[in-house]
């Protein structure tokens, strides 16, 4: 079954950091980019990041570029956001994502897979 | 940035209806264009991906259409269970960006 699990979510206060990782299984994880969403409370869906199968490519919302840094770790299956400077509107549940086009086919791909996701709460 | 807009932002509707939602972006992007569903305390799901390709499994009461800056979602005949939030989304250029949601719910 392929699968993605959020992890690493929590309380954290202002200004500080929190590092989410998303475990993936089920299915060959460096054949794909991979993606960060998010979605405050009673909101709307925002994407936040992602990731080439390789790390050569790799983007930020305007929201959080300076501050959030994606990584990923195919050895361990693994996806990262690396979350600095943490601010009250941060605070959303984040997903992480797959995309429905294997890398040898390009970057782009619409979001097939979803996690449960990890909520954040940036609050003193 | 590319900014995608929806309309309208919410309606209600009843079952049996045809229902429209439509989608734009501020530039083009060609067919790079997706369609989510989503409900309360739920991931989203995707429908429809390449703005008219329909998601496996996903029933064919859905279907969308359109490229470049204008794109519709339709319900051809609406069910009980269809009633929650539509997302569009561009993966053209990064940053890649949501529509702010269209939520359906019952007359």
């Known amino acids: 079954e392929v699968q993605l699990v959020e992890s690493g979510g929590g309380l954290v206060q202002p200004g500080r950091s929190l590092r989410l990782s998303c475990a993936a299984s089920?299915?060959?994880?460096?054949?794909?980019?991979m993606h960060w969403v998010r979605q405050a409370p009673g909101k709307g869906l925002e994407w936040v990041s992602g990731?080439?199968?390789?790390?050569?490519?790799?983007g930020y919302a305007d929201s959080v570029k300076g501050r959030f840094t994606i990584s990923r770790d195919n050895a361990k299956n693994s996806l990262y956001l690396q979350m600095n400077s943490l601010r009250p509107e941060d605070t959303a549940l984040y997903y992480c994502?797959?995309?429905?086009?294997?890398?040898?086919?390009?970057?782009?791909?619409?979001?097939?897979?979803w996690g449960q996701g990890t909520m954040v709460t940036v609050s003193s | 940035a590319i900014r995608m807009t929806q309309s309208p932002s919410s309606f209600s509707a009843s079952t049996g209806d045809r229902v429209t939602i439509t989608c734009r972006a501020s530039q083009g992007i060609s067919s790079y264009l997706a369609w989510y569903q989503q409900k309360p305390g739920k991931a989203p799901k995707l429908l429809i991906y390449a703005a008219s390709t329909l998601q496996s499994g996903v029933p064919s009461r859905f279907s969308g259409s359109g490229s470049g800056t204008d794109f519709t979602l339709t319900i051809s005949c609406l069910q009980s269970e269809d009633f929650a939030t539509y997302y569009c989304q561009q993966y053209y250029n990064y940053p890649w960006g949501f529509g702010p949601g269209t939520k359906v719910d019952i007359k």
């Open positions: 994502a797959k995309p429905n086009v294997l890398a040898a086919a390009g970057s782009r791909g619409a979001f097939d897979i």
């Open positions: 089920g299915f060959t994880f460096d054949d794909y980019a």
């Open positions: 990731i080439s199968w390789n790390t050569g490519g790799i």
